[in-house]
């Protein structure tokens, strides 16, 4: 006889925090299903990465209520991510990696719209982050993260008291993991700390000395790192490394399993150069998901506050049973990314070109390669050719002139600073003061400086 009883609607659980009141959720929650078709029908969410942890981002917050939902990855599916990243099979190797995610998610759940971008999210015009309510981080590169960070806190103004705007606040929840560990966190740009606020929690990539490299190797990662930043110059001159190709890859390997026989040194092996060129500590699928869920309940949290965000940053250990721990972080009031701005002074007469030289020499950026975005509007963008053409002739002109002769305001620039040796793209935001001028401007009316 078949079963005739009803059964559980799929927004069961989710029902039980939208459609009932309760002691915790904020003061614009109003329960009812109301609240959970405005979440489906309105609520606009980016994911930014498709691996081990945006792949679960996505099936979460698809299984969530989300219904409005964009990924963007650069990466096309690799062997060795079939491990971890369940939503992709043995025959979507080669495929990018946010377009087969995104038809995978959507297959397996009705309703849900995920639109992908297979690009570099430095690619995307900063515009295309402004339509989104909330940003989600799967992401596992410190630089990448600083990006969206200076992205999202860009939209920021504050008011003549230098308080946030509330409709200009990007709310941003970043996961991460590594192995057994992981962390998820709440940044509300102006209020909680923002992704730079904290960049010390990173510890710096360990790096072995040159000398020990070349002549008194102890670990299988010193031969390996000697094929890889001595012997491949060697041989290979001008040619540059490329950690994606897996004959440069392979070449490495054998050069590091020849170092290592001659040294007595054991341990060398294909996946071991793999992690180390690359930087590469293990994923534990497990992880991926813990951390998944608990970016995914900030996310509607944040939506709906249907509850309090966490306050601000949760950290979890998987190594010796479960620990997890919740840590409020200060915010960094001058932080160049999230705070007022960085002051700069300058004439009226300055023009655009000189003003991008400033920034160069100006000892809190030192950035190369500016552009530079006034409300909205670009007033000169280094790349791509055409947009460089079509903004060049900005140049000579003043900068008073070309933000409409106001007396102070916010600008915005996106450039390439150097941080622990590296070279990193990172936005920065500007407060510029033209001396001289008569008056001060009202900071409301002047962009919310």
Same mark, same amino acid.
């Given at each position: 006889m078949a079963d005739t009883s009803p059964q559980p609607s799929r927004s069961r659980d989710l029902d039980k925090l939208l459609l009932r009141p309760g002691n915790l959720v904020g003061p614009r929650f109003e329960p009812g299903p109301e609240t959970r078709d405005d979440l489906q029908a309105y609520a606009r969410v980016l994911v930014v990465g498709a691996g081990g942890l945006g792949c679960e981002l996505l099936k979460d917050l698809a299984l969530t209520g989300f219904r409005n939902l964009d990924v963007i990855d650069m990466d096309r599916i690799e062997v060795t991510n079939l491990n971890r990243q369940f939503l992709f099979r043995l025959e979507d190797v080669g495929k990018p990696k946010a377009e087969?995610? @995104?038809?995978?998610?959507?297959?397996? =759940?009705?309703?849900? /719209?995920?639109?992908? %971008?297979? *690009?570099? #999210?430095?690619?995307?015009?900063?515009?295309? +982050?402004?339509?989104?309510?909330?940003? @989600?981080?799967?992401?596992?590169?410190? $630089?990448?993260?600083?990006?969206?960070?200076?992205?999202?806190?860009?939209?920021? $103004? +504050?008011?003549? +008291?230098?308080?946030?705007?509330?409709?200009?606040?990007?709310?941003?929840? !970043?996961?991460?993991?590594?192995?057994?560990?992981?962390?998820?966190?709440?940044?509300?740009?102006?209020?909680?700390?923002?992704? $730079?606020?904290? #960049?010390? &929690?990173?510890?710096?990539?360990?790096?072995?000395? &040159? *000398?020990?490299? @070349?002549?008194?190797?102890?670990? @299988?990662?010193?031969? =390996?790192?000697?094929? %890889?930043? =001595?012997?491949?110059?060697?041989?290979?001159?001008?040619?540059?490394? !490329?950690? !994606?190709?897996?004959?440069?890859?392979?070449?490495?390997? /054998?050069?590091?399993?020849?170092?290592?026989e001659l040294f007595g040194i054991p341990g060398v092996t294909y996946s071991l150069t793999q992690g180390v060129v690359k930087n590469i500590i293990p994923a534990i699928a497990s992880t991926n998901a813990i951390i998944s869920a608990a970016c995914a309940l900030e996310t509607l949290k944040i939506a709906t506050e249907c509850s309090k965000t966490l306050s601000n940053y949760l950290s979890y250990n998987g190594t010796q049973g479960v620990h997890t721990k919740v840590t409020e972080f200060e915010r960094d009031k001058d932080c160049l990314v999230c705070g007022p701005g960085v002051l700069i002074e300058v004439e009226p007469s300055v023009t655009l070109q000189k003003f991008i030289y400033l920034l160069e020499e100006h000892p809190k950026l030192w950035l190369s390669r500016a552009s530079v975005s006034h409300q909205g509007k670009n007033l000169y963008l280094q790349a791509p050719t055409v947009l460089e053409e079509m903004t060049r002739s900005n140049l000579s002109q003043t900068l008073f002139n070309l933000m409409g002769k106001v007396t102070r305001d916010i600008v915005h620039v996106n450039g390439t600073a150097t941080k622990n040796d590296q070279k990193i793209s990172c936005m920065r935001k500007l407060l510029v003061v033209f001396k001289g001028t008569d008056g001060v401007a009202d900071m409301d009316t002047a962009g919310g400086a």
């Open positions: 087969v995610a @995104a038809k995978r998610v959507m297959e397996r =759940i009705s309703g849900v /719209n995920i639109v992908p %971008h297979f *690009c570099r #999210i430095e690619d995307k015009d900063i515009s295309f +982050y402004n339509d989104f309510n909330i940003i @989600a981080l799967g992401l596992d590169s410190i $630089e990448a993260r600083s990006y969206i960070n200076g992205v999202a806190c860009s939209f920021l $103004e +504050y008011d003549s +008291y230098n308080n946030p705007r509330e409709e200009t606040i990007k709310p941003m929840v !970043d996961g991460g993991t590594e192995g057994f560990k992981g962390h998820a966190r709440v940044i509300l740009p102006g209020i909680t700390p923002c992704f $730079e606020c904290t #960049i010390w &929690l990173f510890p710096p990539q360990v790096k072995f000395p &040159l *000398c020990t490299l @070349a002549e008194t190797p102890r670990t @299988a990662a010193h031969c =390996i790192e000697y094929a %890889h930043l =001595i012997k491949w110059n060697e041989v290979h001159g001008g040619t540059a490394f !490329d950690p !994606d190709d897996p004959e440069h890859m392979k070449w490495v390997y /054998n050069e590091a399993l020849k170092r290592a």
